[in-house]
């Protein structure tokens, strides 16, 4: 075997490493990005069960947030504030998630139904009076989407849990 056949050979098996290496690499980039949409999902569980935990355990805010969707008006200065932050923390959670599904960042979790919870609070009396109060917080994207769902049926958080 002369020289030239020895180099050929050579470049053949550095190519064949060299598309081994890449479909290796595509292979572990693809586990990695799903593995990265999953981890947005769990976060979003994560802080959404910080939120509403928070609300579970404490009855003044849990007293608030019902007043809140009763009788927005009728809360002092200090408890809109307090309903305010909560909701809007809640809302902006969302629309994380609704951005990262919008970029395929997003799997796991569906998330029409964690929009219908939010949509639920929102169609309360007084949950209307604050998404028109603050809908402008949010990106006009993710608003339309909300009213979308918000449009979707008349049931509030106040049905669903009602003693009825």
Do not use: H
Not at 28 to 56: C, D
């Amino acid at each position: 075997m002369n020289w030239d056949a020895i180099g050929a050979n050579g470049e053949l098996v550095g190519a064949a490493a060299v598309v081994f290496t890449l479909a290796y690499l595509s292979i572990q980039l693809r586990r990695a990005r799903s593995e990265y949409t999953r981890n947005n999902a769990r976060e979003l569980v994560v802080r959404n069960n910080a939120i509403l935990g928070k609300l579970s355990d404490d009855p003044e805010l849990r007293d608030r947030q019902l007043r809140g969707m009763l009788d927005f008006e009728a809360l002092a200065t200090e408890e809109k504030m307090v309903f305010s932050i909560w909701m809007f923390t809640w809302i902006s959670n969302w629309e994380q998630a609704f951005v990262d599904q919008k970029e395929e960042s997003f799997e796991g979790l569906p998330l029409e139904a964690y929009s219908m919870g939010i949509a639920e609070v929102l169609r309360t009396p007084d949950g209307r009076k604050y998404w028109q109060i603050c809908r402008d917080y949010f990106s006009s994207e993710a608003a339309s989407e909300l009213d979308r769902v918000i449009d979707l049926s008349e049931q509030t958080w106040l049905d669903r849990f009602s003693e009825n």
